[in-house]
């Protein structure tokens, strides 16, 4: 198995520009969760999905950032427009089907660079 | 509000020193816990986790865990360190909403 993929690896882009991470989650997998990992907050989930459907978004920092999962497959997390203080590594993660009780795979992250 | 406290935030040790990572949780009801690794480079995987049953939990790579449900925590221990085992090491709650809700995190630095 491929794990979770997530790309790009790395990313640097300049402040007010659009920045698109994309995450294809384990076949088979059904719950899609993706986190912010930095220095000051450690890791804090996002959002996530259950079915390809939005459960709790109540992560998501501002309105600059929307998510979607457009099938089973694949996600992406956007930042528009972005800021320095969006600079941090994003994970993605899946698992079965989002229980309590399951382990979450994590993809290797994306790091952003805001400029 | 539902966190995650991890006191040590960076270790070092010797190799074969044993090892002991607090944790403590704050939430009432029932809860699931982890421990996450995360080895320089590389993406976190899972050491342990907990649900039920036996409070002392063992995983992978000699680790173990014990919940202590009174002191609401869930201390990571391995009698042994490697120079492998220098990582960054999460614990983790879910307590029954399907998110996980992390502590800050440990780096361990086992010096050969």
């Known amino acids: 198995d491929a794990g979770v993929i997530q790309s790009p690896r790395h990313e640097v882009t300049e402040m007010g520009q659009e920045v698109t991470l994309r995450c294809k989650p384990i076949?088979?997998?059904?719950?899609l969760f993706w986190y912010r990992q930095t220095m000051m907050r450690g890791l804090e989930l996002l959002i996530y999905?259950?079915?390809?459907?939005?459960?709790?978004d109540s992560g998501m920092p501002e309105d600059r950032f929307s998510a979607k999962m457009p099938n089973a497959s694949f996600s992406t997390l956007k930042i528009q427009p972005s800021e320095p203080r969006d600079s941090a590594v994003y994970f993605c993660?899946?698992?079965?089907?989002?229980?309590?009780?399951?382990?979450?795979?994590f993809g290797p992250g994306t790091r952003l660079l805001v400029l | 509000a539902q966190s995650v406290s991890q006191h040590n935030h960076h270790v070092i040790l010797s190799e074969a020193a044993s090892l002991e990572l607090g944790c403590n949780y704050s939430y009432g009801g029932t809860v699931n816990l982890f421990w996450y690794v995360q080895y320089p480079g590389q993406h976190l995987q899972l050491l342990l986790k907990y649900f039920s049953g036996d409070p002392l939990v063992k995983g992978i790579k000699g680790f173990e865990a014990e919940f202590i449900k009174s002191k609401f925590s869930f201390n990571l221990r391995k009698p042994s360190v490697q120079w492998s085992d220098t990582a960054e090491y999460f614990c983790?709650?879910?307590?029954?909403?399907?998110?996980?809700?992390f502590g800050q995190g440990t780096t361990l630095q086992v010096k050969p």
């Open positions: 983790a709650v879910n307590p029954n909403t399907g998110k996980l809700i």
């Open positions: 999905f259950n079915n390809n459907v939005p459960i709790d």
């Open positions: 076949s088979g997998h059904n719950s």
């Open positions: 993660a899946s698992s079965l089907a989002g229980g309590f009780q399951e382990t979450q795979y």
